[in-house]
């Protein structure tokens, strides 16, 4: 079946635009992660959605992050005044009820100009 | 809090040789553990896990063992093939409101060569 689709693949901004990046996750799955994954470095954790709601978002590093799931499956991670530091792949991952399993989409690349 | 250590790449071999790539961590409680390799181009893949202590988790030939003892989660791999040749990230889960937060590794490059 399908996997865990995130569009765009890449994106380019300049400093101070607002950007959404968006995760499909796959169907049945309730469980929603973010990370984000700078160069060289392993994913790090940004929120977590169990079904609408944010259960976790204690990885998101200021309030110019914002994440939204509204009706439980499509999630968008918004962005505002980008800076030059948030350049980064963002990575969205699935997971189905019971399991402790996450599988990852192909991720955005973020670059901020 | 969680963290995970695993030893720095690139690690280069030829094919065929033993592959052991190391993994360390720190847990308060009693997290599972993962390896997931990203191949060039392509996302995170999960490669192999386990649940509990002294559990093996194997897939395509790779294997780790759940050492509480020692807070390791060695991967290894008898004959590697040059199609191995990837990102290999280890990582422990959390338990956080329900869902299991992941904490990754920095990531070990492995280049096999012919």
């Known amino acids: 079946g399908a996997g865990v689709s995130q569009t765009p693949s890449n994106k380019v901004t300049e400093k101070g635009k607002y950007v959404e990046l968006r995760c499909d996750p796959i169907?049945?799955?309730?469980?929603l992660y973010w990370y984000r994954q700078s160069l060289g470095q392993g994913p790090e954790f940004l929120i977590y959605?169990?079904?609408?709601?944010?259960?976790?978002d204690s990885g998101l590093p200021n309030d110019r992050f914002f994440a939204v799931r509204p009706e439980g499956s499509v999630s968008t991670l918004k962005i505002q005044r980008t800076e030059r530091g948030d350049s980064a792949v963002y990575l969205c991952?699935?997971?189905?009820?019971?399991?402790?399993?996450?599988?990852f989409g192909p991720g955005t690349r973020l670059t901020v100009l | 809090g969680n963290s995970v250590t695993q030893m720095e790449g690139p690690v280069t071999l030829s094919e065929e040789a033993f592959l052991t790539i190391n993994c360390t961590y720190t847990a308060t409680g009693y997290p599972s553990l993962f390896w997931y390799v990203q191949y060039p181009g392509e996302g995170l893949q999960l490669l192999l896990k386990a649940t509990k202590a002294d559990d093996k988790g194997s897939n395509k030939g790779f294997e780790a063992t759940y050492r509480k003892e020692t807070t390791s989660f060695h991967l290894e791999k008898g004959s590697v093939q040059v199609s191995d040749s990837a990102v290999y990230f280890c990582?422990?889960?959390?338990?956080?409101?329900?869902?299991?937060?992941?904490?990754f590794g920095t990531g070990t490059q492995l280049k096999v060569e012919l």
């Open positions: 991952a699935s997971s189905p009820p019971t399991s402790d399993t996450q599988y």
């Open positions: 990582a422990l889960s959390e338990l956080t409101g329900g869902g299991n937060k992941l904490t």
């Open positions: 959605f169990q079904g609408t709601g944010a259960a976790d």
């Open positions: 169907s049945g799955h309730t469980a």
